[in-house]
């Protein structure tokens, strides 16, 4: 019973997360094809059970634990990889969306030795014009 309720639970606060995670302009139509792939997801489930039944012996019996529970860890160590959300301003277009979560950095620009200006910079994103 706590397992069930655990796995409710997570079920609402992925939809919930999701919505944030993605920006406004997308946020409908990621979350909608979230919710496809996890329908889809759900039909192949059993065919994996059939897999494990139409090896047998004792792999067949373990083979779609070893799949289920493999690719739970493998999300599970996924979802470390994402932004965190609380008291951020969530994204509203989608170069807000690219660069959500990425940390920024502090650059000194030096002209002729002398420092000028400092500017902030989001991940990646370089402006190398003025250096």
Known sequence: VIGKMASSAAFVCVYIFTVELFPTVIRNVALGGGSCFARIGSMIAPYFVMLGMS???????????????????IAGLMCLYLPETLNQRLPETIEDGINFGRVKKTMVVERNGVDETQK????????????
Do not use: Q, R
């Open 55 to 73: 090896i047998g012996g004792a792999i067949g019996e373990a083979l779609p634990l070893v799949i289920f529970g493999a690719t739970s860890v």
């Open 120 to 131: 902030n910079l989001v991940g990646d994103t370089i402006d190398n014009d003025e250096l």
